[in-house]
């Protein structure tokens, strides 16, 4: 597939990837990876790159942008889809693998949805407000009734609020470990540039000037 990937590049496209067709899983598996996935793009903050392979063809500017973005969990198929650019999907069906076995785990796969769900969408935090306001609506009914002898089932509405405060705390503290984690500015990356064909841009701008 690579010609064809520089194929579209020549035709202008900054990002030429590919687009899987259909992958040798569990039919369960991919149903909740389509689900996930178009749930993510559903709550995006900015788009969302659907059925993207991380296999891809991408021009330097685009890379550029990119790196721009000092997340501590960079997410491809969000990442591509905030710097725009022009895209080109390559439908392919991914063969099963012909050695070896597979370490991505469930648990794996489960803390690669939730990384890229905190990466692509503020949702989760901005759900925490919407479910509030009912919430507050309903408490406030159940003072007035106290008020004037018409109360609420205070277990039933005390229970409630109970599970509400456990949901929001676990929501915002999840946020707030991203949050501490990228306010630490650690490299997303570090090249060893004496055993990589890479260039070596911070030396070169050091030398220049």
Known sequence: MITDFVRHWEEGYDIVYGLRASRPEFFLLVWVRKVFYRLTRLIADWEFVL?????????????????RNRSTFPFVRSDFGYVGFRRRGIPYRREPRAFG??????VRMTQFAVGGMLTASTFPLRFVFYLALPLIFIDVVGVLGSIFSHPLPQDALLNTNLVFLVGAVATIAIYVSRIYRDSASRPIFIVDHQNS?????AADQGSAS
Request: hydrophobic letters at 40%; aromatic letters at 8%; proline letters at 4%.
């Open 51 to 67: 059925d993207m392979a991380e296999f891809s063809l991408v021009t330097d500017r685009v890379r550029q942008e990119v790196l």
């Open 197 to 201: 064909i890479l260039p070596d841009r």
């Open 101 to 106: 076995k597979t370490h991505y785990s469930l």
